[in-house]
């Protein structure tokens, strides 16, 4: 029997279809479905720390609606939540909450460093005895949006180029796991 | 609702404490007492008790550091007395350091945290408080970084010359 690629399903479902007597069959890599269906069901914790916690209340709503993407069940417990938006800055004393938090959050987790003190402490980057310089000294960020606060459109932006990652493969766990020896 | 006027409680506050009351004045038409460090307490104490007066609630309480002044450290407290709908600020200035004044949360109970606060950034101790550790800070931060002194950070600092940015 001929295989062919051409009856290719748009995106975004990864996968051939090939055509058979009586209907078609789907040929696809397991990881590939699953990282498809973790893309677009990310679960985001609740959790902001100042201004930019209302621009992702913002994006969260009506107007901006990103359950549009697959985000709209915002967790309050980290248990039931797959990706963390640091909406906010990140002051020294929240620095160990924000590590618990992320430790408790089951694998795979992600994380959206939202705005510029997320990014590198921001506008407190001088003069500061109490803003941490960036989330990334505490967890790994996947996803840096630039923006004092970022608008909406930008966090969706940012979301989708985070579904874009998990898609396009695996994640920092499972690169640790295949090549222990490297550092990501 | 019974109507207050500044000079009456200035005038009760000079007859109840003769040579208590420091300075009187209205920034932006607020009437604000300065009174000495020593009687703070017994003055707040009265006007709470004072049936005319009433100041039955604390806004907000809060320290200051003025390095170059004569008195270096001071205490300021607003409150309000709801049964006249009138608001007033008192001070009281030390050059003790580290500053001590006496707590407030036995008459009022909302002074706790607002006291903790005053402690957390400019290191003022307050006697009697029930629990004063710092509030905001972390806890291993040394030093008040609300006083002039602090340093804010490593002086050595070579980002942040002015030739990176262009200037
Ligand atoms: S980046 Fe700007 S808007 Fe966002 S938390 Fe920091 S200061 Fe607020």
Known sequence: MDVTNENKIPDPFPGTIHQTPGGGILVSKMDQVINWARSNSLWPLVFGTS???????????????WSRFGFEVARATPRQADVIIIAGTIVNKMAPVLKRLYDQMAEPKYVVAMGACATSGGPFFYNTYSVVKGADHIIPV??????CPPRPEALIHALITLQEKIKSGM?????????????F | MATLESQTIIDALEQQFPGKVVAVDHPYDFLTITIAHG???DVVRY?????????????????MHYPDAPQKFAMVYHLHSFTTNFRIRLKAFTNEDPPVFPTLTDIYK?????EREAYDFFGFRFTGHPDLRRILNMDSLEGWPLRKEFPLEDPFRKDKDDAMFGR
Do not use: H
Request: charged share 20%.
């Open chain 1, 51 to 65: 201004c930019c916690a209302i621009e992702m209340m913002s994006t969260a709503s009506a107007k901006y609606d």
């Open chain 1, 142 to 147: 996947d996803v840096y949006i630039a923006g």
């Open chain 1, 171 to 183: 994640t920092r766990e499972q690169m640790k796991m295949e090549k222990p020896e490297q550092s």
């Open chain 2, 39 to 41: 009687s703070i307490k």
């Open chain 2, 47 to 63: 006007l709470y008790n004072e049936p005319s007066f009433s100041f039955r609630f604390l806004t907000s309480c809060c320290g």
């Open chain 2, 110 to 114: 909302g002074a706790n945290w607002m």
